[in-house]
């Protein structure tokens, strides 16, 4: 007798092992989708701290403070009134303390100051920084201009208020202190802002240099 062979049960394998496949290929796809979906909330996230979320706030912080420099600078070249010349630098000096101190801050990294008097007739300065998940919508960009301008401009007016001294142009004194004053207080505020209210800049700096002396330190006897 001829064995009758049954067809069955390979087709029934054969069955099974394409919608094994076919259920590997779905997941497969699904796996793919989720990790284009994470990457691409990734890049976005990335995208938004590198650009500039608020381009007019960056724009005036740096507008006031340059357009300042400038004008002391070329206003020997441009006029020969003294009198128009340390009314613009003033002007431009009070809009830029006033911008600074009360918008760009706030905005562009997050911080603010400002004085307050209490009950009693007593003044208080308060430092505020943004905390949780606002620190974290800050625009490197943005932190980094606000920075920038913060620092080097109320350097350039240090140098200006020297370079005054030294050249015996005495009727422009009164301006670079304005310039020193007004922009030192800024870079003040901010600093303190940045480090804390309650700390010192002082006890910062000597916690810093503390910390440099004992790296010195271990790194000497590591060597020896």
Not at 107 to 129: I, K, P, T, Y
Not at 164 to 183: D, N
Request: hydrophobic fraction near 45%; include cysteine.
């Amino acid at each position: 007798m001829t064995p009758v062979v049954d067809d069955a049960v390979p087709a029934e394998h054969a069955r099974k092992r394409r919608a094994c496949l076919r259920l590997n290929m779905l997941t497969d796809d699904t796996n793919d989708e989720d990790v284009s979906l994470f990457d691409a909330e990734e890049d976005a996230g990335k995208k938004s701290k590198k650009s500039i979320k608020h381009p007019l706030a960056s724009f005036f912080h740096l507008f006031f403070r340059v357009s300042a420099v400038l004008v002391y600078l070329l206003c020997g070249i441009f006029s020969s009134s003294f009198i128009a010349c340390m009314v613009t630098i003033i002007l431009l000096l009070s809009c830029d303390f006033w911008t600074v101190k009360n918008i760009t801050g706030r905005l562009m990294v997050g911080l603010r100051w400002w004085n307050q008097v209490d009950d009693d007739g007593r003044s208080h300065w308060v430092f505020e920084a943004r905390k949780g998940a606002g620190k974290q919508q800050a625009s490197d960009s943005e932190s980094r201009i606000f920075w920038i301008g913060l620092i080097v401009c109320p350097v350039l007016w240090v140098v200006f208020a020297f370079s005054t001294l030294f050249s015996l142009k005495i009727k422009w004194v009164p301006v670079v202190i304005m310039g020193v004053v007004l922009q030192g207080a800024n870079l003040y505020g901010y600093v303190r802002c940045k480090v804390g209210g309650k700390t010192s800049l002082k006890n910062m700096a000597t916690n810093y240099f503390g910390r440099q002396f004992l790296k010195q330190a271990m790194s000497k006897e590591e060597e020896s």
